[in-house]
Each structure stands twice: as C-alpha cells, then as structure tokens.
C-alpha cells in the first residue's frame, strides 16, 4: 500500500483550466465513458471513504473507462492533499486544486474541462449523495437520454432526517425557481439537486455563466438536454465535517435565477423579434 508520507502532494496535481467556462469535445482516441466530478471545501474527513466506495460501483457499468476528478478550493483541512494522495494510488483519480477561484458551481464545470468523458456526472463529497445510486444514474443514461438526475422527490427518494425549517426553506428556493423560469425548472422535480449526469455533446461548446451554488438550475436553462430522467434516492445526512449552506448561498441562488431569466427573454425576443 502506498504510504501518505511518500507522496509528494503537488507532483500528483493536475493543471487547472482556466479561461471561459466552455467544456470543449473530446478526441475519440482520448474519450473515456464517464467522468465524475467532485467538488470539495474541508471535507478531508470524507474523501477517501467516498473514492473507495464510488470505484466499484461505477466500474460495475462502465470498467475502467471512467475517471473521478476532485475539485478542491485550496481547503484549509488538507482535502487537496488527500486528493493528490488518492490520485497517486488509483489511476482513475485526477486531483485539482484551485488557488485562484471559487464556488462550487464553476468548480464543476473547471472539473469537466480538464474531463475526457462522454457522460459528466457530479455529486457531494460528504457522502450525502449513496456511492451506489451514481451506478444507477449511468444505467438510466441508456437510450439517448441526455440528463439523469437523482432526486430526493421522485419515486423512492426522501431527505432522511431533515428539520422542517430546512424542508420549508428547500421547499420555498424551488417554487421561486418555478415562478422566476416557468417550464424551465419544471422539467424535473428537484432542480437544486448537486447530483446528476449530464452527455457531454448537451453541454459541449456552450458557453455557462453560473453564480454561486446550483449547477443544475444553469443546465437546465442553457443546455441541449431534451430528454430527461429521474433516479430517486435517500440524501442522508452528514456524518462528518461542515456544512457550507449559507445566506450567499442562498443570494447567489436568487441572482442566478435573476441572471437566467434575463437570458431567456433575450433569447426569446431574438427568436420573434415582433
Ligand atoms: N470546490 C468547492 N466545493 C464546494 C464549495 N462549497 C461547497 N463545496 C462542496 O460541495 C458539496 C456540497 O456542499 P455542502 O456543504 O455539503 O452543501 P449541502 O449538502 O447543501 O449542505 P449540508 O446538507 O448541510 O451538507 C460538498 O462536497 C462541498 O465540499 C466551494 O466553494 N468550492
Ligand atoms: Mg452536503
């Protein structure tokens, strides 16, 4: 086994991207069937555990043809040495570290930036979204469907142990979401999900503009997904480490909804312009 003390952490870093945040194609020399995607603040405590269990359950669809690339904002706790750590033993692993942004959702789009995948995936560090359902999204992505989400409101889903104060705030995000972009985030029935897959040719080439929190609510609006399916599954709670819920986040979500709704009515008004 590979001892932690024997790594030297920033040799097993991979560069970040930078500049706009398009995801461009991918050769079909270099293309791999899955990436996933996962974003880390502080959560040292967590990512081993979550690699290990996530290795076998996306090997079971899809072999060896995938990569899990963990994004970490430069975390206090250590979490971006972790990732070296782990990219050093597993060849799957990719880890980045950025020092010169921030958020989670332009964190998930740098990971699928540096990604070789012909389906990009994302999901939590913390263990709150099961290691196993991600084998369950890549099954339901068969059949030319372009986006699996997992839902805690669909059929099979719940959020555990939730407060109702936690439930009535989730509850009102999503209805001014509902009001602000009708249509758009109806399509599926939990668009504040930080857990799903997406097909690179639904995304490719686009350029994105999130704010803040909520990655989905932006590929919602501005990607090709058409056909679109849902996985319920049980979000649990955390067991270990920090929460990173707060007022910005909260603010950065209201402005995002803003920014989006103004881009969908310039789209439609150069559609018919009369
Ligand atoms: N790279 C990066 N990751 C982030 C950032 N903020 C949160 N994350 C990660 O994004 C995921 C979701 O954040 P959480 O704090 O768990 O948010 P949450 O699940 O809504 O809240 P809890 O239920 O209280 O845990 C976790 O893997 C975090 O480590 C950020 O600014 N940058
Ligand atoms: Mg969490």
């Given at each position: 086994m590979l001892s932690r003390s024997v790594v030297n952490p920033s040799e097993c870093l991979s560069q970040v991207p930078s500049g706009e945040l398009i995801i461009a194609e991918v050769s079909s020399r270099d293309r791999l069937a899955f990436s996933l995607v996962v974003p880390t603040l502080n959560e040292s405590q967590n990512l081993a555990e979550l690699v290990e269990l996530l290795m076998p359950a996306i090997s079971s669809q899809v072999g060896e043809s995938y990569e899990i690339i963990i994004v970490d904002d430069d975390s206090p706790d250590g979490t971006w040495q972790v990732a070296a750590w782990l990219a050093a033993r597993y060849p799957q692993v990719v880890a980045l570290r950025r020092v010169n942004e921030r958020g989670l959702a332009t964190a998930v789009i740098r990971g699928w930036q540096a990604s070789r995948g012909e389906m990009l995936g994302v999901m939590d560090a913390?263990?709150?979204?099961?290691?196993?359902?991600v084998a369950r999204l890549i099954v339901a992505m068969?059949?030319?469907?372009d986006l699996a989400v997992a839902s805690?409101?669909?059929?099979?889903?719940?959020?555990?142990?939730?407060s109702y104060l936690r439930l009535l705030i989730s509850r009102t995000l999503r209805l001014l979401g509902r009001v602000l972009l009708p249509g758009r985030l109806g399509?599926?029935?939990?668009?504040?999900?930080?857990f799903f897959v997406i097909r690179r040719s639904a995304v490719q080439d686009l350029w994105l503009a999130p704010c803040g929190y909520k990655i989905l609510v932006e590929l919602l609006v501005?990607?090709?997904?058409?056909k679109i399916v849902e996985v319920g599954y049980l979000f649990r709670s955390r067991q270990r480490g920090e929460s990173k819920a707060s007022l910005k986040v909260f603010m950065d979500y209201m402005r995002h909804l803003f920014r989006l709704r103004a881009a969908v009515r310039e789209l439609r008004a150069e559609e018919s312009p009369f």
């Amino acid at each position: 086994m590979l001892s932690r003390s024997v790594v030297n952490p920033s040799e097993c870093l991979s560069q970040v991207p930078s500049g706009e945040l398009i995801i461009a194609e991918v050769s079909s020399r270099d293309r791999l069937a899955f990436s996933l995607v996962v974003p880390t603040l502080n959560e040292s405590q967590n990512l081993a555990e979550l690699v290990e269990l996530l290795m076998p359950a996306i090997s079971s669809q899809v072999g060896e043809s995938y990569e899990i690339i963990i994004v970490d904002d430069d975390s206090p706790d250590g979490t971006w040495q972790v990732a070296a750590w782990l990219a050093a033993r597993y060849p799957q692993v990719v880890a980045l570290r950025r020092v010169n942004e921030r958020g989670l959702a332009t964190a998930v789009i740098r990971g699928w930036q540096a990604s070789r995948g012909e389906m990009l995936g994302v999901m939590d560090a913390d263990l709150q979204h099961p290691p196993e359902v991600v084998a369950r999204l890549i099954v339901a992505m068969r059949d030319g469907v372009d986006l699996a989400v997992a839902s805690r409101d669909a059929d099979g889903g719940g959020t555990s142990d939730w407060s109702y104060l936690r439930l009535l705030i989730s509850r009102t995000l999503r209805l001014l979401g509902r009001v602000l972009l009708p249509g758009r985030l109806g399509a599926v029935s939990d668009p504040m999900t930080g857990f799903f897959v997406i097909r690179r040719s639904a995304v490719q080439d686009l350029w994105l503009a999130p704010c803040g929190y909520k990655i989905l609510v932006e590929l919602l609006v501005r990607s090709r997904a058409q056909k679109i399916v849902e996985v319920g599954y049980l979000f649990r709670s955390r067991q270990r480490g920090e929460s990173k819920a707060s007022l910005k986040v909260f603010m950065d979500y209201m402005r995002h909804l803003f920014r989006l709704r103004a881009a969908v009515r310039e789209l439609r008004a150069e559609e018919s312009p009369f």
